[in-house]
């Protein structure tokens, strides 16, 4: 099969490419470093020129009140260029509880991204899967204050990028799901004591003080962000991914 990997040479986009060509498959990277633009719509309907399938794994440059018009003409243009080509099964990756966070102008966006695809017109396949374990220093970052970091206690259930990737290309290379597959590491951690974890695992003498206002995680309430019951676990345990 022959494989469109818009936003290919990402963190997941790049071991997407890999897994699926390690399969056999043909799996072209595309992003604007090779000259596609999903948002101008240049070189896309090149891109997915003959593709069986399209894999929409490309993210808005903001987490702010932008990003709803960044997946709004993204997901237009693209689904637009693959009816063209004739595609076949369009899929792409969200978050767990991502239509339970109303508060977070992120998510909603990447909601809004969801029921463009449904409503679409190319058979469809969604990913959602909880938090990157390759963010945590970015959410770190987010709350520190010198050598304090504020976090709440929100329950994270964190999942390693390369399980992310091989469920991606599993469900790319399958028939289209027309719904959902909820995806989520092993493990759940009150935010704040994932932090205290990480700064402890790299020798980082900073300090996490417990704040239920901090950060954006603050806006996700009781369970949100971890898996509900049909979701499937993923091996990787965060402890072992540290190390």
């Known amino acids: 099969m022959k494989f469109a990997i818009i936003g290919g040479t990402g963190l997941i986009g790049s071991r997407v490419v890999k897994n699926l060509t390690a399969a056999g498959h043909q799996a072209v990277p595309h992003s604007l470093s090779t000259g596609v633009d999903i948002i101008t719509g240049q070189g896309l309907e090149t891109a997915v020129t003959g593709a069986d399938v399209v894999v929409n794994l490309t993210n ?55 029921e463009i695809l449904k409503a679409g017109p190319i058979p469809y396949s969604i990913v959602r899967a909880t938090q990157f374990m390759e963010f945590m220093d970015a959410t770190l970052s987010m709350t520190a204050d010198g050598d304090t970091i504020r976090l709440p206690r929100t329950p994270i259930q964190p999942i390693a990028a390369a399980d992310v990737s091989r469920v991606v290309a599993e469900v790319a290379a399958g028939s289209p799901l027309n719904g959902i597959v909820n995806i989520a590491g092993p493990d759940v951690y009150p935010l704040d004591e994932l932090g205290r974890l990480t700064l402890t695992a790299k020798g980082d003498g900073r300090r996490v003080v417990t704040d239920e206002t901090a950060g954006m995680f603050a806006a996700a309430h009781g369970d949100v962000l971890t898996a509900p019951n049909d979701a499937r676990i993923a091996p990787t345990h965060y402890t072992d991914w540290l190390s």
């Open 60 to 114: 808005s440059p903001t987490f702010d009140d932008a990003s709803p018009a960044f997946f709004r003409t993204s997901m237009d243009n693209l689904l637009a260029a693959s009816q063209k080509a004739g595609v076949g099964h369009f899929v792409i990756l969200s978050i767990v509880g991502v239509d339970q966070v109303p508060d977070l102008d992120y998510y909603r966006a990447k909601a809004l991204q969801e």
